[in-house]
């Protein structure tokens, strides 16, 4: 255990270095599932940045109908360690292979997480009118469109108005309400 004036900022570190990362790796796997166009250079760029990893792992963790189950098992892997890291840096009485355990219902929540704020930045970018071409939009586009074309089905434009949006983040929101806290509980999640 380390001093309390060095632990929140060592804390916030941790959880913020590897919380990045493993959004990175998630977001690859995203992208793969919705098919987005891998030249784009923001996909290019999360490639490059995750490839370094998933290269040895994919040698014992081949792909299962055309998804990267490597980059799913990298996000859980990542998650692990942050867990194990931070109950050994705030001196946790817990056994650290429980982390396997802890990191399932980070790694859903940091899913839900994704789309959540994706669906978001593009409902306040449909308010400015971007350039479709804008290779951050398209990307944006592609990444949640497999939530909001059913949504867009259902609730059609008022006024003008695009209400689809507020009821898929209203459903994740909802989603992550009932499915985390379970799952933190079944795996007796501390954090």
């Known amino acids: 255990m380390t001093d309390g004036y060095l632990l929140n900022p060592l804390v916030f570190l941790i959880q913020t270095i590897f919380g990045l990362y493993t959004a990175v790796v998630a977001i690859r796997f995203l992208l ?5 166009d891998f030249y784009n250079p923001i996909s290019q760029f999360v490639v490059k940045v995750t490839s370094p990893p998933l290269r040895p792992l994919r040698k014992f963790i081949p792909g299962y109908g055309g998804y990267d189950i ?4 990298l996000a859980w892997l990542l998650k692990t360690l942050e867990l194990m890291l931070l109950t050994l840096l705030l001196g946790m009485d817990r056994p650290l292979y429980a982390a396997f355990g802890w990191a399932i ?18 409902a306040i970018l449909s308010w400015v009118s971007p350039d479709p ?3 951050a939009v398209s990307l944006l586009a592609r990444l949640t469109d497999p939530l909001m074309r059913p949504a867009q089905r259902l609730i059609r434009p008022i006024s003008g108005i695009d209400l689809s949006p507020m009821a898929v983040i209203i459903a994740l929101v909802l989603i992550e309400m009932l499915l985390v806290p379970p799952l933190n509980w079944l795996v007796g999640s501390p954090f």
């Open 32 to 36: 793969q599932w919705t098919r987005a």
């Open 133 to 135: 071409y804008n290779p």
């Open 70 to 73: 490597a980059s799913l098992v």
């Open 105 to 122: 219902p980070g790694v859903i929540k940091l899913f839900l997480d994704i789309f959540l704020f994706a669906i978001l930045i593009r």
